[in-house]
C-alpha cells in the first residue's frame, strides 16, 4: 500500500471532500472512518505502516476524537494528527494540542490552510524520526529495533546478535559488501552494557599500511617523521565502549600481531612508547572476504581469526531478502525528503515490482544510492519505473536473481566415461564446479550458493 492519510469523520460528504483536495493538490491516497474505533483497527492493521497522518474529527459516535487521539497518543506518538471540529471549542482544541495534535482546524476550513498544514504535519513526522534515529546512533544507543526487516534471514541474525549483545565477546560480521555490517555492529553495541559508551568505526581497507599502527593503538610525538602530535589511537578513543573493525582482513600482518596482543592482553602499545597502556574495549570485526582462505593463503593469522571469530553473524544479501526491499525504499525515501525539506514521496506499483524483482548485487547500499538519486531526479510525487530504469543494470539484476536453470542452456552430466566405465565422484563434482562457474560467469560467490555449498568450501575445492 502507498503511503496515505486516514480521514476520520461521521459526515461522509466531508470524508469525499477532504479526500479529492488531498488528492488534488497533494496526490495522496486516503482511507476513510467514520468513528474513532474504526480507525484505530485500521491502524493496527497497517502492518506495512502506510497511513502517515490522521486527520480527526472531534465529534462522533462509538468513540470521539479526543478518547482517540489519547489513545494514538500513548500507543503511536510518531503519527501526526490534525483535529477537526464544527464549533469555536476552545477547551478542546487547548485539549487537543495538548495531547500532542499538531494543528486544530475549524470546519468549514479553508483548503489552502488545510493543505499548508497536511504538508506541515508530514515534514514534522519524517523529521522527528530521523532526529530521534539519529539521536540514539550519536549516543550509542542505536538498536536492533531501528533495523528494517521482515524476512527470516535477517530475523534469524537478528536474534543472533540480541545473544551476542549482553556478552563482551568478540564478534565477527561476515557477509556481502553493502549489506549493512556496521549498522548492524552498532545495534549490538546498543544492546550491549556499553551502550552510551564510545562507538568507534575503524575501516581497516582504508588505512595506509604504514600508519595502520599509529590509527590503531597511537603513537607518541616525535615517534616518526611528521609526528607532531601525540595520537591515542582509535582501541584508546573507544575504551569503555566498542571499537568496530571493518574489512579486518584488510590488516597487514604486522598489526595482526599487535591486534592478537590486544585482544589477550588488553592492553595496546602506541608507536614509540615505552610501556603498554591498558584498554577496556570489546572488538567487533566486519569483513566479506573469506578469512579461511586467507588463512590458507597466508595472508591472515589463524590465531587472530580463531580469537575474532568467537561469534560469527553473517547477514543475507539484499537479493534473499526481496520483502525488505520495499520497506528500506521507504526508509531511504522518508529519509531524503526529511535531509532535503520535500514531502514524502511513494513508489508507483510498477517501480515497486522493478525494484523488488531487482537482483541488488550491490545490497542495501547500492539500493540506498539508486533511491536517492531517483529522488534527485524526479520532480514528481510519486516515483515511477521510468526513474529507475536508467540507474539499473539488466544485465546485474538478472545474473544475480535466483537461479532458474530451466531458462538456461542445459548442463547435462554424464556419470561415465568414454570407455563406459562410471566417473568417480572426484570427476562429477569437477564437473559440477565447472558448469557452476560458467554459469554464473566465474562468480564463486553465487556459484557455490547456486549447489548449495559454503564458499570457503568452494574455494578448496576449486584448489
Known sequence: MNACALIVDDDAFQRRLLKKLLRQKLDFDSLEADHGRAALDMIEADQDQAIKIIILDIHMPVMDGIETLEILHKKYPDLPVIMMTGTNDIVAAVTSMKLGAIDFLTKPYDTERMIVTVKNALKISTLSKEVSRLKDEQEGHYKFEHLIGHESGLLQVTLLGRKAAPSDLPVLITGETGTGKEVFAKAIHGESARAGKPFIAVNCGAIPAQLVESTLFGHEKGAFTGAT???????????????????????????????????????????????????????????????????????????????????????????????????????????????????????????????????????????????????????????????????????????????????????????????????????????????????????????????????????????
Not at 600481531?257 to 595496546?268: D, G, T
Open 229 to 463: 602530535d601525540k595520537v591515542i589511537g582509535k582501541f584508546r578513543e573507544a575504551d569503555g565502549g566498542t571499537i568496530f573493525l571493518d574489512e579486518v582482513g584488510e590488516l597487514p600482518r604486522d598489526a595482526q600481531v599487535k591486534l592478537l596482543r590486544v585482544l589477550q592482553q588488553k592492553e595496546v602499545e602506541p608507536v614509540g612508547a615505552g610501556k603498554p597502556v591498558p584498554v577496556d574495549v570489546r572488538i567487533i570485526s566486519a569483513t566479506n572476504r573469506d578469512l579461511e582462505d586467507e588463512i590458507e593463503q597466508g595472508r591472515f593469522r589463524e590465531d587472530l581469526y580463531f580469537r575474532l571469530n568467537v561469534m560469527q553473524v553473517e547477514l543475507p544479501a539484499l537479493r534473499d531478502r526481496s520483502k525488505d526491499v520495499l520497506p528500506l525504499a521507504t526508509h531511504f525515501i522518508e529519509r531524503f525528503c526529511t535531509q532535503q525539506g520535500g514531502l514524502p514521496k511513494t513508489l508507483s506499483a510498477d517501480a515497486q515490482t522493478l525494484l523488488q524483482n531487482y537482483g541488488w548485487p550491490g545490497n542495501v547500499r547500492q539500493l540506498e544510492n539508486v533511491i536517492n538519486r531517483a529522488m534527485v531526479m524526479s520532480e514528481n510525487s510519486v516515483l515511477d519505473r521510468k526513474d529507475f530504469e536508467q540507474l539499473l543494470s539488466d544485465k546485474e539484476g538478472t545474473r544475480n536473481q535466483q537461479v532458474n536453470i530451466q531458462d538456461t542452456k542445459p548442463y547435462n552430466l554424464d556419470l561415465f566415461t568414454q570407455d563406459g566405465q562410471f566417473k568417480t565422484l572426484e570427476q562429477i563434482e569437477k564437473e559440477v564446479l565447472q558448469n557452476a562457474l560458467e554459469y554464473t560467469e566465474n562468480n564463486v560467490t553465487q556459484a557455490a550458493r547456486l549447489i548449495g555449498m559454503a564458499k570457503s568450501t568452494f574455494y578448496k575445492k576449486l584448489k
